[in-house]
Every structure is written in structure tokens, then in C-alpha cells.
């Protein structure tokens, strides 16, 4: 088989479905759901050139590369504007559905839809009817972190494709391909990640991320004895930290927009890459913060949960082993209730943050309660 998901690290289930489809005949419309990081999106992708090939995905010809590239005109990335996926955006699918493939060599046409649980109501009755009767040459792809989300009678026309976080020994062993890390330190990385692979090999790539894992563990290893101001300060930093990496991720998307002008042959051609830039810049910021904010609060759940493991004994467990020197001087003896209210208030705040709700204030929110928690923990 080609190398098109030779990209997609310890999803073999996922990769050996979609490659059996491929050989074998595909479903008009698939659902991609697992945590974020995992690789469902360039799956997606990579499934999507697989169905557009003319040889059924063999990586290698022109249309696998255009597609990979993102610059196939048969195969449209829809994401939401805003916060949510439009009706209009639906009808413009619809409408263009209808048309057989733009380029006479594609084998079909192909629609991905990230973040598929952002359709408004309208939306979401709108692609059902195209759903339930889908034009033969088209294929729809709906990725989402939150499948329960989705309206029951559009994910159950869709077959669906379960992603999983990348167990560690997959993960380290990507990190030492890739980056040449040793044993240890790629171990220690991929078990921080938590099966996020996105995270694992920005932590590897990015100082700015290393710099702000440390910044939220020590702030959730000093919030129970911060003050207020110490809380202000530290919320304000790690916000400013948070749009600053955002800018900076983004910035990587100008060096793709040149290098897909460069594949463009004409003005027509040129103007949509432009217009398609902006548009997803303005999508990943907002992307970039949502993942950065839920970054943030995996990294306080995972000290507190590392709190509660070593106030046990299951020093074995713990994430953040290259701390486990601090935990084990900070632990609270049968702490237990209190990391677990703590690790309540955490996932309150992971919960708000899945709506349009200020950030800073449920980041705020969430400091004081776990301060409420671990204070109030029973001394005698």
C-alpha cells in the first residue's frame, strides 16, 4: 500500500479501516472522532487523497500530492467562522456538490468538515438532507473532539473512525525517529504528553512551549500559598503567553501560503490561495488558543492528579517524573480528598471552556477553587 498515512503514529485500527476502504470500496461519509492531537485531521487528509487518486491512494501521483499540499480543488477543507459552521457555508457545500470533480483525473470530490460539532441547528438540518442523499462522487469526512455533540441522525449515516491518544512506547518512538531524542528523554516527553502527539513534538520543537509547561506547573505547585496579586500576575501571564504562541504557530502558515503560490499557475489560482490564507489564519488563531487553554488546564489536572498518585505510593504513575522530586516534598499525607476536589475544579473549567465563555475569568475561576480546596484540607 502507498505511504499516505505513513504520518499517522499508533492509530493501526484507524489506518487499517480507512486503508481497507480505499481497496475496497468507501462509504459516502465517515466520522473522525478521538482527543485532539492524535492525528485525525491529517488522517482526513490523507484519506481524502486516497479517495480523489486515480490509483486509490498511492502517495505518489500528482493528485495525492496536491491534495496532501492542500491544493486540490476537488478536495474543501469547511471549518467554523467564529465559533460555529453557518447554514450559508452548507449551502455553498450543497451547491457545489452537485458538480461532478473539477479536474477529470479525480476520482471524486471530498469534504472535510473540522470541528463537525460546531453546526448550528440550521446547519445541521441543512447537510442531512444532502447526507441522506449524497450526489455518488461525493464524500464527506466529519472530524470532531465531541461526538455527542453532533445531531444522533447525522452521526449515524456516517461510518464511524475511532482515534485514540498514541500510547507512549508509539509516541517515544516517534520522538527518537523524528527528532533523534534519546531513550530517556523521549520516555519522559511522550508520558508528559499524555497521547498527544501535537503537544509531544512541540515540546520537543518549541522553547516557548517547555517555557510555559514550567510556568503552569509552578504555578500549580505555589497557587496554595499565592496571594491575590501572585494570582493576578500569574493569570495575566500565562494569557499573554497563551496569544503569544498562538502568533507565533501561525506564523508557520505564511511560509506554506509561499510555497503554495509557488505551485499556483495562474492569477485565479493565486487569488484563491490568498483569500484561503486568511481564512485559516483567522481559524487557527482561534484554534491555537482553544487548544492552548485546554493545554493549561491538563497541565494543572496532571500535578494534582501526580499529587494524589504519590500521597498513595504509585510514584510509578506519575506524569511529570522530571518533578517528582517536588511532588514528593509537597505531598500532603492522605491528601486524597483534596487533590480530588481539586482535580473537580479543573474539569469544571475544561467543561465551561467547550463554550463562548471568557477564558480569563473561568481560568480565574478555577485557581480559586482549587486554592478553596487545598487550603480547607483537614491538617489533624
Not at 479525480?106 to 438532507?129: C, G
Not at 461510518?159 to 534519546?182: I, K, Y
Not at 494524589?308 to 517528582?324: F, I, M, T
Not at 479543573?346 to 475569568?361: G, I, P, S, T
Amino acid at each position: 500500500m502507498s505511504t499516505l498515512f505513513s504520518e499517522i503514529v499508533g492509530q493501526p485500527l484507524a489506518v487499517s479501516l480507512l486503508t481497507k476502504a480505499l481497496e475496497q470500496g468507501a462509504s459516502h461519509a465517515y466520522l473522525f472522532t478521538g482527543p485532539p492531537g492524535v492525528g485525525k485531521s491529517e488522517a482526513a487528509v490523507a484519506f481524502a487523497a486516497g479517495l480523489a487518486c486515480p490509483d486509490r491512494g498511492c502517495g505518489a501521483c500528482s493528485t495525492c500530492r496536491r491534495v496532501l499540499e492542500g491544493l486540490h480543488p476537488d478536495v474543501e477543507i469547511i471549518a467554523p467562522e467564529g465559533t460555529i459552521i453557518r447554514v450559508e457555508q452548507i449551502r455553498e457545500v450543497v451547491s457545489h456538490a452537485a458538480y461532478r470533480p473539477y479536474e477529470v483525473e479525480a476520482r471524486a470530490k471530498v469534504y472535510i468538515f473540522l470541528e463537525a460539532d460546531t453546526f448550528n441547528a440550521e446547519a445541521a438540518n441543512a447537510f442531512l438532507k444532502t447526507l441522506e442523499e449524497p450526489p455518488a462522487h461525493v464524500h464527506f469526512i466529519l472530524v470532531t473532539d465531541h461526538p455527542e455533540r453532533l445531531l444522533l441522525t447525522i452521526a449515524s449515516r456516517c461510518q464511524a473512525v475511532a482515534f485514540s491518544p498514541v500510547p507512549t512506547p508509539a509516541l517515544a518512538a516517534d520522538l527518537m525517529s523524528r527528532f533523534g531524542l534519546p531513550d530517556g528523554e523521549a520516555a519522559m516527553v511522550a508520558r508528559v504528553a499524555g497521547g498527544n502527539l501535537e503537544y509531544a513534538r512541540e515540546l520537543v520543537t518549541s522553547a516557548s512551549a517547555r517555557r510555559e509547561r514550567d510556568l503552569l506547573l509552578d504555578l500549580a505547585r505555589d497557587l496554595p500559598r499565592a496571594g491575590l496579586m501572585d494570582v493576578q500576575v500569574a493569570l495575566d501571564e500565562i494569557m499573554t503567553n497563551l496569544e503569544k504562541r498562538a502568533v507565533e504557530r501561525v506564523a508557520g502558515l505564511d511560509e506554506e501560503l509561499e510555497r503554495a503560490l509557488d505551485w499556483a499557475g495562474d492569477a485565479r489560482t493565486k487569488a484563491w490561495l490568498k483569500k484561503r490564507h486568511e481564512t485559516r489564519v483567522k481559524r487557527q488563531q482561534r484554534r491555537l488558543q482553544a487548544q492552548g487553554l485546554q493545554t493549561a488546564t491538563q497541565i494543572f489536572a496532571g500535578w494534582y492528579r501526580d499529587l494524589g498518585l504519590v500521597s498513595v505510593g504509585a510514584d510509578e504513575a506519575v506524569l511529570n517524573q522530571d518533578r517528582l522530586d517536588q511532588l514528593r516534598a509537597l505531598v500532603l499525607p492522605g491528601g486524597m480528598p483534596a487533590y480530588t476536589r481539586a482535580l473537580a475544579a479543573v474539569q469544571k473549567a475544561q467543561e465551561r471552556l467547550r463554550y463562548n465563555v471568557d477564558a480569563r475569568c473561568t481560568i480565574g475561576d478555577m485557581f480559586r477553587s482549587i486554592k478553596e480546596a487545598l487550603i480547607q484540607w483537614p491538617i489533624s
